[in-house]
């Protein structure tokens, strides 16, 4: 085959097509591999050769040039990613993926930028490139903005309370919404002025912006998995406008896969997507003057000791492990495989108690415990484990509060009323691990730690963590 003919054919059409074909099928294969920890790490690689062959596919389409400036970005793109990624902390992985997805978001609104300015405002271009391209711009600056914040928020370089402007914030962003597509719609109207899709772009950012800062940080789960949709339905759209069926495809799984977990983290805090998008839930993790959920045992704590919390548990039948973001910070979750496997070699049953919306991102919890070689099957979901808890000799809490505490079922003054939450209260005998009575994200009290079963264990989560599992086998 002579070069010219080579070369025809690997440019033609057809064959750009059946490479889409391919990239989108391992896309969907990748993404079903992400169903259990099993298989996420083969679905992340067949997911990832499928957006290789998909770039590839690209770079064979007629008109890519500039390949200098190309090659440039890929290169400032690694750079960055990869060392990035590989050194992140899992306690800073929240923070990381609301970047990175921004980061998607923010390529989106530039790519409609630069396609506006390339075709002069859309001169003589069909609204079915001009919609979906301007729809593009709109969802992926808000997505990109408002990742910035939620990342802010989560490494603590903003208050994680709510930041607003009261009574005056949802009118403020409608009008936003209203100046974004407003400017919009001119523009397909015909509208070519370069300020109007600045306009629109600012008008989007500050909406991003305005959107997530009153949301606070006991939210940050769900925000990040909305966030995650808009990137995703941004992609799409612009992929629409480019008639690029692999961008189309990946942009809705991303977008519906990040609805649906969306819908779930909601449910799970017995919240409506609309109420957190208003904001104003989530103290950030201080302690409240007057918080309500102390119950009828307020005022009473009682302390315990290593030694006597790996007593309780050394005669137990089944023990389980309820983590919270205190184990993230602490980094205790290789310790608390230790202690696991400590309890096992007694014969004694170890499970592991899982909330929807422990820790800051969803699945926090199964990253940290898989990345300590937890097995599987001993992860039960909040639906699974709380039947077990009244057969529970000893329950330890590890760094959980918001999801244990019992006056989400008992108190319906609490902001916390009607969430769904661990049962922990139900076992014979609970152990919480914490370095202060410091008050979770919803800012309240928990009645947990004031029940006359509870025993707290005061101090760094993987030193406590160690100190037992040493107790342990010590006995």
Do not use: C
């Not at 993404?31 to 998909?54: D, E, K, Q, S, Y």
């Not at 596919?57 to 440039?72: R, S």
């Not at 449910?267 to 997507?273: L, Q, T």
């Not at 839930?281 to 704590?301: I, L, Q, S, Y």
């Amino acid at each position: 085959m002579s070069t010219p003919l080579a070369a025809s054919w690997v440019q033609d059409p057809d064959t750009i097509s059946i490479l889409y074909l391919i990239a989108v099928s391992m896309f969907v294969y990748g993404l079903m591999g992400l169903r259990g920890p099993r298989t996420a790490v083969r679905g992340n690689r067949v997911a990832a050769v499928g957006m290789a062959i998909a770039v590839v596919a690209t770079f064979l389409l007629e008109g890519m040039g500039n390949w200098a400036l190309i090659a440039a970005g890929l290169v400032v793109g690694t750079v960055i990613g990869v060392p990035a990624a590989r050194q992140v902390k899992m306690t800073a992985m929240p923070q990381m993926v609301a970047l990175f997805n921004g980061v998607g978001g923010g390529a989106v609104a530039l790519i409609a930028w630069a396609e506006f300015i390339e075709t002069s405002g859309y001169e003589g271009l069909e609204l079915t490139f001009v919609i979906p391209s301007l729809l593009a711009a709109i969802i992926g600056s808000i997505s990109f903005w408002g990742s910035l914040i939620a990342f802010g928020k989560l490494q603590e370089v903003l208050p994680g309370r709510p930041i607003g402007a009261g009574t005056m914030q949802q009118p403020l962003n409608l009008l936003l919404l209203l100046v974004a597509a407003g400017a919009a719609v001119w523009i397909a109207a015909g509208g070519d002025a370069w300020w109007l899709m600045v306009l629109v772009l600012v008008a989007a950012a500050l909406l991003g912006l305005f959107v997530v800062l009153p949301i606070g940080g006991a939210d940050m789960p769900v925000v990040i998995s909305l966030l995650n949709a808009f990137t995703g339905l941004s992609a799409a759209a612009m992929g629409l406008a480019l008639s690029n069926s692999a961008l189309i495809v990946a942009g809705m799984l991303v977008g519906a896969s990040g609805t649906i977990l969306t819908r779930l983290m909601a449910d799970a805090m017995n919240r409506s997507i609309p109420s957190i998008v208003a904001g104003g839930f989530g103290g950030g993790g201080g302690a409240v003057a007057g918080a309500v959920g102390a119950g009828e045992h307020a005022g009473t704590v009682r302390s315990t000791s290593a030694a006597d919390a790996a007593i309780q548990m050394a005669y137990a039948q089944q023990v389980v492990v309820v983590p919270g973001y205190g184990m993230a910070v602490a980094q205790a979750q290789h310790a608390v495989r230790e202690m696991a496997d400590e309890l096992e070699r007694r014969g004694i049953d170890v499970k592991y108690a899982i909330h929807p919306v422990a820790g800051r991102m969803p699945g926090h919890m199964n990253v940290l415990l898989a990345e300590a070689d937890v097995p599987y099957e001993q992860l039960k979901e909040m639906d699974e484990i709380n039947g077990e808890f009244p057969r529970t000799d000893v329950a330890i809490v590890i760094g959980a509060n918001d999801v244990t505490n019992p006056a989400a079922n008992t108190n319906p003054q609490s902001p916390i009323y009607g969430m769904p939450i661990l049962n922990v209260n139900e076992a014979r005998a609970v152990i919480v691990l914490k370095r202060s009575m410091n008050t979770g994200f919803a800012g309240i009290d928990n009645e947990l730690y004031y029940d006359p079963k509870t025993a707290m264990l005061f101090g760094d989560a993987k030193g406590s963590v160690a100190e037992i599992t040493s107790e342990l086998a010590a006995l």
